[in-house]
């Protein structure tokens, strides 16, 4: 049901950057240099210029903005040599993104049960929370600088769609999980993003309770599809993904030119 380019265009939505650039099909996106998919180009769209006349105008851009320059590429990237245009430009490998959708439209055992449990622990708060303060949680457990965290609030201060902001506590009431998840409701959709567990917590459950609240909180929005986006280098949250039921549908990866 999904195109590569109809989920590129929703997760861009969904993580805003602060000021973008739309050029012969591209989409040039700046943000202060906080994340590679707010201060990337975005290459899902239709390419007719020469490659070389793009790629300087690119590489201007960025450095007059004085941000290293990040190319997100795809299968459906175009033109469909530019992968390989790129590589013999300099441009290497920085990551890969596994993007992965959940069918909502299958009420399973696990989905219920995770209703039962956050309606029956509101108050502990995995529930929609106050943007602020859950900027400040979100600051101390990802550890992020103050520059990073300013970047981090404008990027989100422009998302308009319903938006639950997730926290999660340990036993002695401290918030030790964030995470957010964005509802489009034309296209029935959500996209689980910025999750994080504070390092000391880590391996204790509370990524996975956290996720599951949130994928209540879509349902009960309306969603029939979920889909978040994960490091391929992240080996424990890839098998926790994939007991909840989430399935690859693509990878994106990211393009740099190194100094």
Same mark, same amino acid.
Not at 36 to 64: D, F, H, I, W
Not at 182 to 190: F, L, R, S, W
Not at 208 to 212: Q, S, V
């Given at each position: ?12 939505s ?7 650039i /739309? ?35 690119? /590489?201007?851009?960025? %450095?007059?903005r004085?941000?290293?320059i ?9 033109? +469909?040599?530019?992968? @390989? ?19 909502m ?16 622990? @509101?108050?502990?708060?995995i ?5 602020a303060?859950?900027?400040? +949680? ?9 520059? /990073?965290?300013?970047?981090?609030? %404008?990027?989100? %201060?422009?998302?308009a ?20 998840c ?9 996209g689980?993003?910025?999750? %994080?567990? +504070? ?8 990524g ?5 609240s ?8 309306? @969603?029939q ?20 039921g989430?399935? /690859? ?6 393009l740099?030119?190194?100094?």
């Open positions: 049901m999904w195109s590569i380019a109809d989920l590129e265009r929703i997760s861009l969904m993580w805003n950057a602060t000021e973008e /739309e050029y012969d099909g591209w989409i040039l996106r700046f943000a202060g240099g906080y994340t590679g998919r707010a201060n990337s180009v975005q290459t899902y769209g239709g390419s007719s210029l020469p490659l070389p006349q793009k790629l300087a105008y690119c /590489e201007a851009m960025y %450095a007059e004085n941000i290293p990040l190319f997100k590429m795809t299968s459906a990237s175009q033109p +469909h040599n530019l992968d @390989a245009f790129l590589k013999s430009q300099g441009y290497i490998l920085r990551n890969t993104t596994s993007v992965q959708l959940l069918d439209t299958q009420d399973t055992q696990r989905i219920d049960d995770a209703f039962t449990f956050w309606v029956g622990n @509101a108050q502990d708060g529930f929609p929370h106050d943007i303060k859950w900027m400040e +949680h979100a600051q101390r457990i990802k550890q992020i600088s103050a520059k /990073e965290d300013a970047s981090h609030q %404008a990027i989100l %201060a422009r998302l769609m319903p938006t639950c902001y997730g926290i999660i506590r340990d036993t002695s009431g401290d918030v030790v999980g964030v995470g957010i964005a509802y489009d409701p034309h296209e029935k959709i959500g689980i993003f910025d999750i %994080a567990v +504070h390092p000391d917590s880590r391996r204790a459950g509370y996975r309770k956290l996720t599951e949130l994928l209540v909180w879509g349902r009960m929005q309306g @969603a599809t979920i889909f978040l986006q994960v490091d391929m280098s992240n080996e424990k949250a890839l098998p926790l993904y994939a007991s909840l989430f399935t /690859e549908k693509y990878r994106y990866w990211y740099h030119k190194p100094d």
